[in-house]
């Protein structure tokens, strides 16, 4: 146990010294990751020996990162991007493997290695394309949504690339392995039937329980078992998280699930980077750097190459289309798996795959410096160009989030449907989000009071906060919360009654709006015209009283500790109120 826990204190100590650093020089942190990965590797201090086990286990965080990736994507959407998909990844890798298979022919590796080895750099890395999108804000750009569907297409090309090891290595792959591709078919099937029928109403049953603890560990097992049932039918871990995160992404607890596995996957994602800089042999690079620099350099150049033709049919600006190449220009993680497959079959030897494993690691490591430097030297204009196929980002930011969609806020939620404003709507109540979706309406299960579910639903990217729970304890949480992370926003909240009101105003919430007091002035005015009141009179009674009133609460406020102060506001407010009608009264008796 001391070993793990050595272990551990020795990644995490690692990771907290060197990714601030490289954060404030402007590396990024993937570069921080892999720096402290060769620091603490067998090639730097050797303070943890076993690289290759330490990298298995944290493809767990690109399983994760695949997950929310579909939470992201629904089926209709996907469905929709088909031409793309298909079009971008068909023809990146088969002109990237085709060039790169033939610069390996060139290099001296025989055919079936040659294509072996040009079809798995066309591969790219998944868990940096996404993460260098992620933290410059490029995921739902699209140039961005372009790169995903290479990457995802890229992902099911693995499928086939292990079945063809087999097949170059001239052990034919036809009998054991040919029905490999119909067993994934048919559990991509039943993960479907079961997305569709049993795992919303299961998820609903465990909402109802308030336990937050089982709805992080029910998401977590989710994800690693779609990902262990693809590992036993030997087929790729992260293509089952991807189709289980892509079943929920209309369900109403996507935002919950969301911020549940956030947390998990950012440290495993981290771990994962460390991973493959404790792999990266550097030894190899000292005794043979022209063999290691000459094919590091044709991999970035022959991919980069590729994927800016790509861009520029697609009429992407030049600069735009030099970074969506750079981006993509890199080996993947799978390259790892496959050249070790390829190593087993006897079809690469262990010094070439050891080479080409520094190859891809150092691919990585170069992405995000010709990214920091194309920047640099060319920097962006004032208006970005954009392909011709541009439409909205799955899943848009909208601009209204809206939480507590009981009585209150579905009236708010009807109106901004009227007005075509889009807005997220988020309730802890299972039955209030069965209650609404039946009628068409999108509503998100969730926590109002956690900050990670915030930032989930998008409210560092929204404009204005409706805060309509009537929980009052939740409500002002929700409200300090909001307040002190996201200072921007428009916040808009509910009060049950006067001292609510107070309490809301005092976590800094300007625009308070007590829930029965327009229906109680509505009833009064009602009252009033069936006394015999005048209608105008009635509207100008009513008006007058609430403008006192809200002058009254401000007031009030700052002396709401003090009962005397209170008392004697409240009867001087009586007095002026009195006074006010009484005149506007005489008035009108004067004008008829």
């Known amino acids: 146990m001391s070993g793990y826990f050595n272990q551990?204190?020795?990644?995490?100590?690692?990771?907290?010294?060197?990714?601030?650093?490289?954060?404030?020089?402007?590396?990024?942190?993937?570069?921080?990751?892999?720096?402290?990965?060769?620091?603490?590797?067998?090639?730097?201090?050797?303070?943890?020996?076993d690289a290759e086990a330490v990298l298995h286990f944290a493809e767990l965080g690109v399983v994760l990162m695949l997950f929310l990736v579909g939470l992201e994507l629904a089926p209709d959407q996907l469905w929709a991007q088909r031409k793309r998909l298909l079009g971008l990844g068909v023809s990146q890798m088969l002109f990237s493997g085709a060039l790169l298979t033939a610069f390996f022919l060139a290099w001296g590796q025989s055919g079936p290695a040659a294509v072996a080895i040009g079809a798995t750099l066309a591969l790219s890395s998944t868990a940096f394309a996404v993460q260098m999108l992620v933290e410059t804000n490029q995921l739902g750009t699209p140039q961005g949504r372009n790169a995903f569907s290479i990457l995802l297409f890229q992902d099911l090309a693995v499928i086939p690339l292990l079945l063809l090891m087999p097949v170059l290595a001239g052990g034919g792959g036809g009998d054991g392995e040919q029905p490999q591709l119909l067993i994934g078919l048919g559990a991509l099937i039943l993960m479907w039937l079961a997305g569709r029928y049993l795992l919303n109403p299961w998820l609903a049953w465990l909402a109802r329980l308030h336990n937050r603890e089982l709805m992080t560990a029910t998401a977590l097992l989710l994800v690693l078992g779609a990902a262990e049932l693809m590992e036993t039918l030997h087929l790729s871990m992260g293509l089952g998280a991807f189709v289980a995160g892509m079943l929920l992404a209309n369900s109403p607890f996507r935002e919950q699930l969301d911020a549940d596995i956030q947390p998990f996957k950012g440290l495993l994602l981290g771990l994962f980077f460390i991973a493959i800089g404790m792999t990266m042999d550097l030894k190899l690079l000292v005794s043979a750097p022209l063999r290691i620099l000459a094919m590091g350099a044709a991999l970035l150049a022959i991919k980069t190459l590729v994927l800016v033709v790509?861009?520029?049919?697609?009429?992407?600006?030049?600069?735009?289309?030099?970074?969506?190449?750079?981006?993509?220009?890199?080996?993947?993680?799978?390259?790892?798996?496959?050249?070790?497959?390829?190593?087993?079959?006897?079809?690469?030897?262990?010094?070439?795959?050891?080479?080409?494993?520094?190859?891809?690691?150092?691919?990585?490591?170069?992405?995000?410096?010709?990214?920091?430097?194309?920047?640099?030297?060319?920097?962006?204009?004032?208006?970005?160009?954009?392909?011709?196929?541009?439409?909205?980002?799955?899943?848009?930011?909208?601009?209204?989030?809206?939480?507590?969609?009981?009585?209150?806020?579905?009236?708010?939620?009807?109106?901004?449907?009227?007005?075509?404003?889009?807005?997220?709507?988020?309730?802890?109540?299972?039955?209030?989000?069965?209650?609404?979706?039946?009628?068409?309406?999108?509503?998100?299960?969730?926590?109002?009071?956690?900050?990670?579910?915030?930032?989930?639903?998008?409210?560092?990217?929204?404009?204005?906060?409706?805060?309509?729970?009537?929980?009052?304890?939740?409500?002002?949480?929700?409200?300090?919360?909001?307040?002190?992370?996201?200072?921007?926003?428009?916040?808009?909240?509910?009060?049950?009654?006067?001292?609510?009101?107070?309490?809301?105003?005092?976590?800094?919430?300007?625009?308070?709006?007590?829930?029965?007091?327009d229906s109680s002035l509505r009833t009064a005015q009602t009252a009033l015209v069936q006394l015999g009141v005048p209608e105008s009179t009635a509207i100008d009674v009513v008006r007058t009283f609430r403008d006192v009133d809200e002058r009254l609460l401000r007031e009030q406020f700052q002396h709401r500790d003090q009962l005397d102060k209170l008392i004697e506001i409240s009867a001087r407010g009586r007095e002026e109120l009195e006074s006010l009608l009484a005149a506007s009264a005489d008035g009108k008796g004067k004008d008829e």
């Open 8 to 49: 551990a204190l020795v990644l995490l100590a690692a990771a907290v010294l060197l990714l601030p650093l490289f954060q404030r020089l402007g590396l990024g942190s993937i570069l921080g990751y892999l720096a402290a990965g060769i620091l603490i590797g067998p090639l730097g201090f050797g303070l943890i020996p």
């Open 310 to 517: 790509i861009a520029r049919a697609m009429k992407v600006a030049w600069r735009d289309a030099l970074r969506f190449g750079l981006l993509l220009s890199q080996g993947g993680e799978f390259a790892f798996v496959l050249f070790t497959q390829a190593g087993a079959l006897n079809l690469l030897s262990v010094d070439m795959i050891a080479r080409l494993n520094l190859v891809v690691a150092l691919s990585m490591a170069a992405t995000p410096l010709l990214l920091k430097l194309v920047a640099r030297l060319w920097p962006a204009p004032g208006r970005t160009s954009r392909s011709v196929d541009d439409e909205p980002a799955p899943h848009g930011q909208p601009p209204v989030i809206v939480a507590g969609f009981g009585r209150f806020g579905q009236i708010i939620g009807r109106i901004l449907v009227s007005r075509r404003i889009p807005f997220t709507a988020l309730d802890s109540n299972p039955e209030h989000i069965d209650t609404v979706r039946r009628f068409g309406n999108q509503v998100y299960f969730g926590d109002v009071t956690r900050l990670d579910l915030l930032h989930s639903a998008g409210l560092n990217h929204a404009r204005v906060m409706v805060l309509a729970i009537d929980d009052v304890r939740a409500s002002l949480r929700a409200a300090r919360l909001i307040r002190e992370h996201f200072p921007n926003i428009t916040l808009i909240a509910r009060a049950r009654d006067r001292y609510h009101a107070y309490s809301l105003m005092a976590e800094g919430v300007e625009h308070v709006m007590r829930e029965t007091l």
